[in-house]
């Protein structure tokens, strides 16, 4: 449980940062503590049930 938990913080705080920032996926990825931003995106799509840069077209329409 304590894991799922830390999971969803990450998850989390990824989201807001794709929502509010311009920051890249990879910088997210590592800072919210992947190294490898393919396993950030496949453990966020998990997750959230979309890609990290679909969350971002969608917090920003005018993104692509």
Request: with cysteine.
């Given at each position: 449980?304590?894991?799922?938990?830390?999971?969803?913080?990450?998850?989390?705080?990824?989201?807001?940062?794709?929502?509010?920032?311009?920051?890249?996926?990879?910088?997210?990825?590592?800072?919210?503590?992947?190294?490898?931003?393919s396993r950030f995106?496949?453990?966020?799509?998990?997750?959230?049930?979309?890609?990290?840069?679909?969350?971002?077209?969608?917090?920003?329409?005018?993104?692509?």
């Open positions: 449980v304590g894991s799922e938990m830390c999971i969803r913080d990450r998850m989390d705080t990824a989201a807001r940062l794709l929502q509010e920032s311009d920051l890249p996926v990879a910088e997210i990825a590592h800072r919210v503590g992947y190294e490898d931003p995106s496949a453990a966020f799509r998990r997750h959230t049930g979309r890609r990290p840069t679909e969350l971002r077209r969608v917090a920003c329409p005018c993104a692509e």
